[in-house]
C-alpha cells in the first residue's frame, strides 16, 4: 500500500497501471466506513500478491485529485489499467464482494505465469534456441489457454519449424470464432500454403516454370494464385504478394477474393506486434530517444514497406 499525492500521482498511479492494475482507495482520516475497508483492502494486496497494486488518496488533503476522478462520497475505490480508469465501487464492502470485484479485472495466477512463460519464450527465441522457446510457449498456453498472443507466436513458430499439424490444431479454436480474428486467419493462410507445397506438384516447381504457363495466358489465376502460395510458403512475402496484386488487378472477385484475402493476411503477419508498455512506447526508443513524424517513419524500412503495399492495395481496388 502506497500513500499518493500529487507529486507522485503519475508515477505511481499512471505509469504503474500500464504494468500493473491499481486500485485507487479515496479515503479520510474522520471516515469510519473508511476504516472498515482501508485494512480488507490491504489484506487483500497481500492475498493477490502482486496481481494488483493498492493506493490510498487522503481525499480531504488531495482535493485536485479528488475532484478529478469525481468523487462525492468516501470510501469510493477506482481501478486503472494502463493509465485509464476502468471500473470502481462505493462503500466499505465485505472482502468477498471486493475479492468478485478485483477477480473481474486482475489477472488470474495462472495467467502471470503464462505471461512470464511467453516472456521467457522471446528470450530463448533471440538466443536461438527454437525447441526451448516453443516448450515455453506450449506451457503458457497450458496455463492460460486464453492469452492469444502466447498461442499466436506458438502457432506461428510451429508453421515456421514445420509443426503442421500441431499448428493447425492451436488454431482451431480462434477460427471458429465470429468474427473470425485477422491474425489468426492470417496464420491459417500461411499454413495453407505451406500445405499446398508439401501436397501439390506445382509446390516444386521452380518460378521460371510458372512464368512460362503464366506467359501463355495472363488470366490463369490459378496459376498465378500457386505461385504466390509457394512464395508465401517460402517466406517470400513481398513476391507473393505481387502475384497476388496482379490478380486483384485483373479480377478482383476471383475465387471468393482469395487474392485479396492473402494479399491482406501477408500484410498481417508482417505487421510488428504492438510496444508492450514501457518498451519505446509513445515514439520513443527504448533509450528515450524521441521518434516522432516522418524521421521516425524513415527510420522504420519495415514501416514504410507495409506502406507501399497497403497503397498498392488501396488502387488496385479503387
Known sequence: MIDVTVQNFETEVIAASMQTPVLVDFWAPWCGPCKTLGPILEQLEVEYAGRFKLVKIDSDQEQQLAGAFGIRSIPTCILLKGGQPVDGFMGALPAGQVRQFLDKHVPSEDALVAEAQADEAD????????????????????????????????????????????????????????????????????????????????????????????????????????????????????????????????????????????????????????????????GKSAGGIELTGKAAQQQDPQAELLSSYRRKLSMALN
Open 123 to 282: 528470450e530463448l527465441l533471440e538466443a536461438g534456441d527454437t525447441q526451448a522457446a516453443l516448450a515455453k510457449l506450449a506451457d503458457a498456453l497450458a496455463h492460460d489457454p486464453a492469452n492469444d498472443d502466447a498461442r499466436f507466436d506458438y502457432a506461428r513458430l510451429l508453421i515456421a519449424t514445420g509443426g503442421l499439424d500441431e499448428a493447425a490444431a492451436t488454431l482451431a479454436e480462434p477460427l471458429a470464432r465470429e468474427p473470425r480474428p485477422l491474425r489468426f486467419d492470417a496464420l491459417d493462410r500461411w499454413l495453407q500454403a505451406v500445405r499446398f507445397v508439401h501436397q501439390d506438384e506445382r509446390g516444386n516447381w521452380p518460378v521460371e516454370q510458372f512464368d512460362a504457363a503464366i506467359a501463355q495466358n495472363k488470366r490463369d489465376f490459378d496459376t498465378r494464385f500457386a505461385k504466390a502460395q509457394a512464395l508465401l510458403a517460402e517466406g517470400q512475402w513481398t513476391a507473393s504478394m505481387d502475384e497476388l496484386l496482379e490478380i486483384i488487378l485483373r479480377d478482383k472477385k476471383w475465387n471468393d477474393e482469395a487474392a485479396r484475402k492473402t494479399y491482406v493476411a501477408i500484410l498481417e503477419l508482417l505487421t510488428p506486434p504492438p510496444q508492450k508498455p514501457g518498451a519505446g512506447a509513445d
